[in-house]
């Protein structure tokens, strides 16, 4: 039987484990890939200390398979598919976990691989790079414009700063003093995070920002709201209730082939760069999950099947 990551109930780290699954099969409208590559992210863990949807009333059956994105080659699609086939290279959000030798994948919420690009490199796309697309598409600034992103240096910051310097946006980051430079070298003017940060961003643009991309919440985000009089330009992925009270919005993903299609392409065109900053063995999952956990890696993590 396969094998996958999992927790066996909500909690720390101590409800992971390996477990065997049944040999699973394509639900209607699902493409099941043979994983090669898996990213992992802060959402996992949140998902394992029982983060919960606001619909999100059913019992859970555990044992759920960790991860949220994955690349790997399609075995089997399942009933009303069309546009893939077994045998293609894929990447896209997963339906039931990513840790695993296989992952059931929306159709509708994957791609297929662009040639030039790798499975590691695509696999760490649908969640960080799709969230930062979906947010700089979301604030619609013009070019010239000057955006804030807290948590530059992180994963989905990192594919912000990016994307948003393709956009011909101006774009200020915060970064510990460590990721400095690396935050300076994907094209953002660095500021230090923690207390006066809104002072500090108003040194280096005293026109002010346009807008604001927070990844980290709590006082990074509370800073920075009060350098945008219009709310509707504030946005946060990481904070969703007190973005709400700050008048501002969380981000809404999108989570199509048509957003993958475009990270795709700016990787592939150069604009960005995935920067998978380590990958794992899948036996070593748990290490890179942990990694993660701590909050402070430096762009994004990869599991890699059969490394
Ligand atoms: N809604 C969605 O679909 C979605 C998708 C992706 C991510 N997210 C959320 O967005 C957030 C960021 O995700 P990520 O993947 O970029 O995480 P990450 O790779 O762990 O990066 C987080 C960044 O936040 C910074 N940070 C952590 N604690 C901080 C603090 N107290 N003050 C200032 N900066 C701090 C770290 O910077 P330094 O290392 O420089 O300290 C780090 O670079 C997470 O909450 C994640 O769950 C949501």
Redesign the pocket.
């Known amino acids: 039987m396969p094998k996958a990551y999992a927790y066996t109930r909500y909690g720390g780290p101590d409800t992971e484990t390996f477990v065997h699954v049944d040999g699973p099969s394509p639900g209607p409208g699902q493409i099941l890939a043979a994983v090669r590559a898996a990213g992992v992210?802060?959402?996992d863990g949140?998902l394992r200390r029982s983060m919960r949807g606001p619909g999100d009333t059913g019992e859970p059956e555990f044992p759920i398979v960790l991860g949220n994105e994955a690349t790997g080659v399609g075995e089997e699609v399942g009933e009303g598919v069309t546009g893939f086939a077994a045998g293609d290279a894929v990447f896209g959000n997963t339906v039931a976990g990513g840790y695993a030798e296989y992952a059931p994948l929306p159709a509708a919420g994957s791609a297929r691989l662009p040639q030039k690009l790798s499975f590691t490199d695509a696999a760490v796309l649908p969640?960080?790079a799709a969230?930062a697309y979906d947010g700089i598409r979301r604030l619609g600034l013009p070019a010239g414009a000057t955006l804030l992103v807290?948590?530059a240096?992180?994963?989905?910051?990192v594919a912000a700063v990016r994307i948003a310097r393709a956009f011909g946006l101006r774009v200020i980051g915060?970064?510990?003093e460590g990721?400095k430079e690396f935050v300076e070298q994907l094209g953002a003017v660095h500021v230090a995070?923690g207390a006066e940060l809104a002072a500090r961003v108003r040194a280096v643009a005293p026109e002010g920002v346009d807008g604001v991309y927070d990844?980290?919440g709590?006082e990074?985000l509370q800073e920075a709201a009060t350098l945008l009089t219009d709310r509707s330009k504030l946005l946060s992925?990481?904070a969703p209730r007190e973005i709400e009270r700050l008048g501002g919005a969380r981000?809404a993903?999108a989570r199509t082939a048509a957003v993958l299609d475009e990270v795709a392409r700016l990787v592939v065109h150069g604009d960005l760069d995935p920067h998978v900053g380590r990958t794992f063995p899948s036996e070593r999952a748990g290490e890179a999950l942990r990694a993660?956990e701590e909050?402070?890696?430096r762009g994004k993590l990869v599991i890699e099947a059969g490394a």
């Open positions: 992210n802060p959402v949140k969640v960080a969230t807290t948590g240096g992180g994963g989905a910051g915060t970064a510990s990721k995070p990844l980290v709590g990074a992925a990481g981000v993903r993660v909050g402070h890696v």
